[in-house]
């Protein structure tokens, strides 16, 4: 049974999303070669899942398997891409060019998933008007102006924790509708505003306490 | 009821640790003032959580707070860092030297939570032999050797998703304990290994993905 959300759409569920962003890349390199179809058999063996749980998986895509042959690579990868908005350009401001900023804004990978960031924002002056990796950092006084402008829906916060909340009060007063947010802060936000945490420092300390429980 | 582990060790939910890591900063400069306590319901109204919440996370870490009270500030802090194992730093090396790398290697809020990262590993011959935020960045041939002579026991990835399979059983081989996985792949490693993923990529398209279905 397949959960459906108000609207009717089929509410995909979180590990199967985190996994199709998994099956992905590795159907892209398969789509150049020679093959033309592709098994859940096999994408499970060649990443370690389980075939039942690959086929639910792709199965929330609208795409179905032939018998004996398996997915066509290349409509899978089509379906997949636009499944995932991979495809959908996503107008994106960043807050805080620091080192996590910089490293956000030169990570080739974002590019494939649909990622944008048309600018990058910053307090210290001296960043402000210099460019990193083509991507011009500008003064917080024009936020608001330019997310109208340049139909920005998403932002991400990598400036430090102090100012994550005046930072996502900026976004959320602009309209902006998501917020990834790289700060160690749960940021207060209305309702109607998609959050995504990323607390790197917590994620290193659940590791790093099961490691005391191993070693 | 707490569940506990083999060796009679109570097992922390994973979203308690990652709560008490967010605890932790917040009473951290709360301790430089002059309050002596607090109560958990001060900390909940602080960061958006809800107090018989916050009293359940803090009980894990065995300290019990007064009648009317609350609880000894630095006395919490304290107490948080060992159990977080925030004051235990832990020997780590990191392979991948590109922007990822870089940003890991100079965030600052990774040296709070214990994280030492002494040296890092590239491919690159034009990056072996440099320096960056004072980590020496090497060539793979040395890591095994090392890991022995500096007691290493945790290992991060931030290199491309095309070497990760190859640097983790390096890895695993060279006796490490903990991966800290930034590439976008499903790592296959031994069961006595722990690895923490993180994959940016996936994060982003489930933020985009709920995104399209509000907007």
């Known amino acids: 049974m397949q959960i459906k959300d108000k609207s009717g759409l ?6 199967s999303l985190r996994r199709l962003t998994i099956y992905l890349p ?37 795409i179905t398997g032939k018998p004996r042959r398996g997915y066509p690579i290349s409509e899978l990868v ?3 891409e636009v499944f995932l908005g991979w495809k959908s350009y996503k107008n994106t401001f960043l807050v805080g060019a620091g080192n996590l900023g910089r490293a956000i804004m030169g990570y080739p990978g974002f590019k494939d998933c649909g990622l944008q960031i048309v600018a990058a924002f910053d307090a210290d002056p ?26 920005v829906q998403l932002g991400i916060i990598t400036a430090p924790e102090q100012s994550a909340q005046e930072i996502a009060d900026i976004m959320v007063d602009a309209g902006i509708h998501g917020i990834w947010n790289f700060a160690p802060v749960k940021l207060n936000i209305p309702d109607d505003v998609i959050v995504q945490n990323e607390n790197l420092a917590s994620s290193l300390t659940v590791l790093s306490k099961k490691l005391d429980q191993i070693v």
Chains 1, 2 share one sequence.
């Open 10 to 15: 089929t509410i995909v569920p979180v590990p």
């Open 26 to 62: 590795y159907l892209k390199e398969l789509s150049s070669g020679v093959t033309e179809y592709v098994s859940a058999t096999t994408i499970a063996r060649a990443l370690g899942y389980i075939p039942i749980q690959v086929r639910k998986d792709i199965a929330y895509t609208g």
């Open 78 to 80: 089509n379906q997949l």
């Open 126 to 151: 001296a960043k402000i008007g210099t460019r990193l990796f083509g991507i011009e950092i500008l003064s917080m006084d024009e936020f608001k102006t330019l997310v109208k402008r340049m139909g």
